[in-house]
Structure formats: C-alpha cells, structure tokens
C-alpha cells in the first residue's frame, strides 16, 4: 500500500534513496574502479561496434542520458524513439548493439522495435525493472534495474535506476569497446555509490513545493538543459504535463533562441537545470529568457552563478556532472508532484494514460 504517503507518486519518490542503493547492491568496486554486472563479465561485448538506444518516454529520456554518457566514452550511440524505430531504419548487423529500455518489459513499440532490431541480425540488451516480463524472455541480454515496483503511471524511481545503471553499462561497454573508459570523473563510482544519500538530502528539501504554489498561474512552463542536463529538461516537462495538466516544455536550452524564445513571456516560468558542464552557456539562454520577463528558477548547487539572476533556486548537491541531473530530476519530481496536488489532479492515474502501453 501507499503507507504514510498520500500517493504512489510520492511514496515512489521517496523511495528512490532505498531503490537506488538496491539497484547498484554488489554492482561497483570503488577501489578497483570496476563495475560487475552479473551476465555481463569482462569482454562480453568486445564485439560491439555501435550502439543504438530505444524506448519511449521517460525510459526514452533515460535512454537519451546514457547515450550522452556513452558518447563522452568514446562509445558510438544513437537514441531512437521506439515508435518511430521502424519508419527511421537505421542499418544493423551482429556488430550492433540495441539497448531497450523499457521499465515494464511490456511497451508494444518497444517490444516492436526489439523485433526488427533482432530480425536485421543485432545484438539484442534489455534495462528493465522486470524479470521475466516480454523484453526480458526476448532479449539476448537482460540488465535489471532493481528498483522494486512501481505504481504509480508517473515513472519516478524507475527513471532514477535505469539512468544509474546505464552509467555502469556505459563503464562496462568502454573497457570492452574502447578501452579505457572515461564516462565520468574519476570519482564517478564513488559518487554513485554515495547518490541515494545524496537523494536524502535532496528530498528533505521542502523549496519545490513553496516554488509549485508560487507559480502555479503560469500559461506554460520550460525546462532548459544542456548535455545531461537536456534529457533531464525534458522529463521535467513530460512529468509536469502528464500529472499537472499544465503545458510545459523541455528545450534544449542552446534551442530556445532558435524559435521557442518567441514563447517566454513574464507568465512563462523557465527551470534552468545546471550540471557543471559547460553552464555557462546555459546561464547566457537562461539569462536571454529572464530578459524577456520570465521567471528563472535555478537548479543549481549553493553559491552557482546562476543564482544571482534567478528569481528562485532548486538546490541540488555540487557533484560529479555525470550525477547532477539526476539530483535536479528529483527537485523536478517534487515540483510536479506538488503542483498536481495543489491543483486536486489524480496524481497516481493522470486521465488517457496507461502504466504500460500494450498497443503501438
Ligand atoms: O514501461 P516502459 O518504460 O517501456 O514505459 C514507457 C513509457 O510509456 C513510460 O516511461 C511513460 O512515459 C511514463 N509512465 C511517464 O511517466
């Protein structure tokens, strides 16, 4: 049941701390800095020569995190949405490797896009929460996430764990494929193995909620991110306009001078998400939106430049980039989550929506 929390949502939310250390249990050695991934020892993809991504929503935002991981490995990624896997046909052969990232196993465009991928002779991993689901008995591979159930139809801790598994994926597949591997600093599995603690921290913070009620008359909302911070941009959007009704956008924050500037208005709250990497750039967008009258809420750590222009600031720990967005991806749960409930919607089963889409 729900126990002490009103929601699955934020019971969900909540729990990622406990998921999370689940999830990476018996996962990393800090000291030799070597993940082990059960099925998956030293050299099992020394084969692979490319690697294509796909999923749908939140798992496709996931998706889209690790690949930008992967990529700054030296690893050679695509990300493709399921649904459009088999309209957009990029080549595959038995040198491919195809990641499908589906929490439930159960996503018929997932599922479809499995089906192709394997037809044309690639290599077939599934990152899902669940053992024995459709993905897991079809795959060649099967990394579980360990997350634990999930009930509510807003993914939240799923989202957390894949994200968290995909950084240790990316660690195995760079020693194999590329040698060394460089996909965080070098701190990056001690940050991890630190990050439900972290977590804690985070979701002490009561400024979300105090930030949702504050701007809740807003006509839309933007999320703007740049590298990790850009998958995490666009989950705050799906997540906030799936439970709160409201419209919202994620952008690329180097995008919004490309056409969405048009939009930004004073009643156009903009979360700016600051992960260390190249934030300066994302200050500049930010500061091009706040020109034009907006609301900038930072996500930032203490002390960030960006809090001297913004008008509110969600405060995340100053960790390794490769981990900074999941920190400000929790502030932004909580900032749906509370404005959902503020506006009376049904949080756990938000109206047309399903856990698991079973049809494509
Ligand atoms: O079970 P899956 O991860 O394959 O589900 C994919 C999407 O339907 C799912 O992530 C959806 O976007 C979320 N429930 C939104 O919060």
């Known amino acids: 049941g729900k126990g002490e929390y009103p929601h699955f949502m934020l019971k969900e939310i909540h729990e990622q701390p406990t998921s999370l250390a ?169 940050d991890i193995r630190a990050l439900p603690e972290r977590f804690e921290g985070v979701l002490e913070d009561g400024t979300a909620k105090t930030l949702a009620e504050s701007y809740l008359e807003s006509q839309s909302f933007f999320f703007i991110g740049r590298g990790l911070g850009y998958p995490v941009a666009l989950e705050g959007a799906l997540k906030f306009k799936e439970i709160t009704y409201e419209h919202a956008e994620g952008f690329a924050s180097g995008e919004l001078k490309h056409g969405p500037l048009a939009l930004v208005t004073p009643d156009t709250p903009v979360f700016a998400i600051f992960t260390g990497q190249e934030d300066e750039k994302v200050l500049a967008n930010a500061e091009e939106a706040h020109t034009r009258g907006a609301p900038v809420i930072a996500v930032c750590h203490e002390g960030h430049p960006a809090t001297d222009i913004a008008d509110g600031h969600l405060e995340i720990p100053d960790v390794d980039s490769s981990l900074a967005g999941l920190l400000a991806n929790v502030q932004l749960q909580l900032l749906s989550y509370h404005a959902a409930d503020r506006l009376g919607r049904p949080i756990d089963k938000p109206r047309n929506l399903a856990k698991s889409v079973t049809v494509e």
């Open 22 to 190: 689940q999830a990476i249990e018996g996962r990393l050695d800090v000291e030799r800095d070597e993940v082990y991934l059960g099925s998956f020892p030293p050299g099992r993809f020394e084969d692979i020569d490319r690697i294509q991504f796909v999923a749908c929503g939140t798992s496709y935002h996931a998706a889209l995190y690790g690949s930008i991981a992967m990529n700054r490995s030296g690893l050679q990624t695509s990300v493709h949405l399921a649904n459009e896997y088999s309209v957009c046909a990029p080549p595959v052969d038995e040198r491919t490797l195809v990641i499908a990232v589906t929490q439930s196993g159960e996503t018929a465009d997932t599922l479809g896009a499995m089906r192709r991928a394997a037809a044309g002779g690639a290599r077939i991993l599934t990152v899902t929460n669940v053992i024995g689901s459709t993905a897991a008995r079809n795959a060649d591979d099967v990394l579980l996430i360990r997350a634990g159930p999930e009930i509510g139809v807003a993914a939240t801790k799923t989202f957390s764990a894949q994200a968290v598994m995909l950084l240790l994926l990316a660690q195995r597949l760079a020693d194999d494929i590329v040698g060394e591997a460089a996909v965080g600093g070098d701190s990056m599995l001690a």
